[in-house]
């Protein structure tokens, strides 16, 4: 007759083990949730304001008033500023437009919240503050003016186009093509780790769980997979 011994307790311990080691995992991810949305933060925020050079550089027509003069789609000319903040809710960004710096020809000064204004459409006037007149050279023709000049649309037809390509890449772009591209998509598909540390997991249960998961969440970087 065959004779078989099972240590049912040591069986039964491994288990619980293994499902602690598994909950333990999740608490882990969770607890470096907050970690890992800060390192990658700064990384999405120039992503994104890259995403914004590009199209700039497409179309200067639309997005030149977020620029410097004469130098649309150069990071160092920028008028706009990508901050990120980290919340329960997750990842939030926003744009603060940052003041110009350069003057435009036939001007001495720099145009005060040049790319709010424009991206507002909000409507300004021009007055004479010294001189007599004011003096527009208009299709090569020299205008003098003693009145107030009013300018509906500074910087052209550009009303609400910075905040449309802004939209543009947390909508749209982001989340069909950043993700995958970044490797995020891929690293978040393949928790590796949690394979490799089971056996640790087995005999160590929730401590190496929560351990495991926080490392594994808080590693993730953009352009890893």
């Known amino acids: 007759m065959i004779s078989l011994k099972f240590d049912n307790k040591a069986f039964i311990k491994e288990m619980n083990n293994i499902m602690e080691y598994s909950a333990g995992f999740v608490d882990g991810v969770k607890s470096?949730?907050?970690e890992f949305l800060n390192n990658i933060g700064p990384d999405i925020a120039e992503i994104a304001s890259n995403f914004i050079d590009v199209n700039a550089n497409v179309s200067p027509q639309t997005l030149h008033h977020v620029y410097e003069w004469a130098k649309?789609?150069?990071p160092g000319a920028r008028l706009f500023d990508i901050s990120y903040s980290v919340s329960g809710n997750g990842l939030s960004f926003k744009n603060n437009f940052k003041q110009s710096q350069t003057v435009s020809n036939g001007s001495s000064t720099p145009f005060y919240e040049k790319a709010r204004i424009m991206e507002d459409g909000i409507a300004i006037i021009?007055?004479?503050k010294k001189?007599?007149?004011l003096v527009f050279d208009i299709g090569?023709?020299?205008v003098f003016t003693r009145g107030t000049v009013v300018v509906d649309h500074p910087g052209g037809n550009v009303q609400g186009e910075f905040e449309n390509v802004f939209d543009l890449f947390f909508s749209r772009y982001f989340t069909q093509s950043f993700l995958k591209s970044s490797g995020l998509h891929n690293y978040f598909s393949n928790p590796v780790?949690?394979?490799a540390n089971l056996r640790k997991g087995k005999s160590s249960g929730r401590s190496a769980g929560i351990n495991t998961g926080y490392n594994w969440v808080i590693g993730a970087r953009v352009g890893k997979s």
Request: net charge positive; aromatic share 6%; glycine share 16%.
């Open 32 to 34: 470096g949730k907050t």
């Open 72 to 74: 649309v789609g150069s």
């Open 126 to 128: 021009i007055k004479p």
């Open 131 to 133: 001189a007599q007149a």
């Open 140 to 142: 090569g023709e020299k």
């Open 193 to 195: 780790v949690y394979k």
